[in-house]
């Protein structure tokens, strides 16, 4: 998965951001009071053509959407993580290089709604109750690739890292380490990614692999095709049963959570233990009581995803 949330926007033909902020799109819209054509320009990089590749799109029939020149179909029942992610197959569209994604719209909202927008700084309950006629949010790119990461990621606090260079689209790895998913072609994954090793062990028998999970909330094993064992949460042992000596193929899946792929990407501590909607905003916004948000930063942020494991009779 590739998450779109920086792209070039022009309003009525203006350009207003190069390379702005997706969230700050829908607030400067909404502050102008009326109908306001919106042209979103978002570029990936690939070093490969995938097969199997989409774009993933909240509302895509109130847009026109083109990759590389070519229109994509909007109209769609095809959905990922959520119904309302809807995905567009863009397979025919995608070159290896510089590839770019136009989204156009007429953006606009009832009277009532920009009424409420400007009271929303003012009164709770108003701002509890908004409910917009469009919205405009990230979109996202899923398929059969690996996200590269051509630079170092910071460390952070709380199991977290920062990536400050650019993601490119490359070929799915066919090999990984445990230890970390994230920095190997996975930052923005969320779901399940299913593992296969072998391994050498002296004795028939049962083993219990003691893991140490970060970013993951559930994790199942399996021992050369036999019936899966879970573990779920805090749960640190998985168990390997009916083991034979001597080579066995270990299929280890592990689960983790959305938190990866919907953020916050972009707040200066990483790892938040408090999010609320405000923080997922950079520029003044209702959501943040009109300020700018003081925890913001460009990069992106992950919780490393994995686990350690030793394996005991």
């Known amino acids: ?48 053509v995938p097969e199997n590749i989409s774009l993933v799109c909240e509302t895509p ?20 993580t959520d119904r309302s992610f809807k995905t567009l197959d863009i397979s025919d569209c995608v070159v290896a290089g510089e590839n770019e994604v136009v989204a156009e719209m007429l953006f606009s909202q009832t009277d009532k709604v920009y009424a409420d927008f400007d009271n929303a700084l003012k009164f709770e309950n ?8 469009s919205e405009i949010e990230s979109m996202y790119i899923i398929g059969d690739f690996g996200v590269c990461m051509t630079e170092e990621c910071e460390q952070l606090d709380r199991g977290a890292v920062r990536y400050n260079g650019r993601f490119s689209l490359g070929v799915m790895p066919e090999s990984i380490s445990l230890y970390d998913t994230v920095t190997q072609g996975f930052p923005f994954f969320a779901g399940e990614l299913t593992l ?7 004795e028939n ?24 064992e879970a573990s779920l949460f805090n749960t640190d042992k998985l168990l390997l049963k009916n083991c034979r000596a001597g080579e066995n193929v270990i299929r280890l899946t592990i689960v983790n959570n959305l938190r990866n792929m919907l953020g916050p990407h972009h707040i200066t501590e990483g790892e938040s233990y408090n999010v609320s909607p405000g923080i997922f905003y950079k520029e003044k916004s209702i959501w943040n009581n009109g300020q700018e948000n003081p925890q913001w930063n460009d990069g992106y942020s992950f919780i490393k995803t994995g686990l350690e494991y030793s394996e005991n009779s």
């Open 1 to 48: 998965y590739y998450k779109y949330d920086y792209c070039d926007y022009y309003f009525d033909g203006e350009l207003q951001e190069k390379n702005g902020y997706v969230l700050n799109i829908q607030e400067r819209a909404c502050r102008l009071k009326r109908p306001v054509k919106i042209k979103q320009c978002f570029k990936f990089y690939s070093d490969t």
């Open 61 to 80: 029939e109130k847009y026109r959407i083109a990759v590389n020149g070519k229109s994509v179909e909007s109209i769609t029942d095809s959905w990922f």
């Open 126 to 133: 108003v701002k509890n109750k908004l409910s917009f006629k």
């Open 196 to 202: 296969e090793r072998k391994v050498i062990l002296k």
């Open 205 to 228: 028998g049962n083993y219990i692999m003691t893991v140490s999970k970060h970013g993951i909330n559930a994790a199942a094993v399996s021992v050369n095709g036999g019936s899966e």
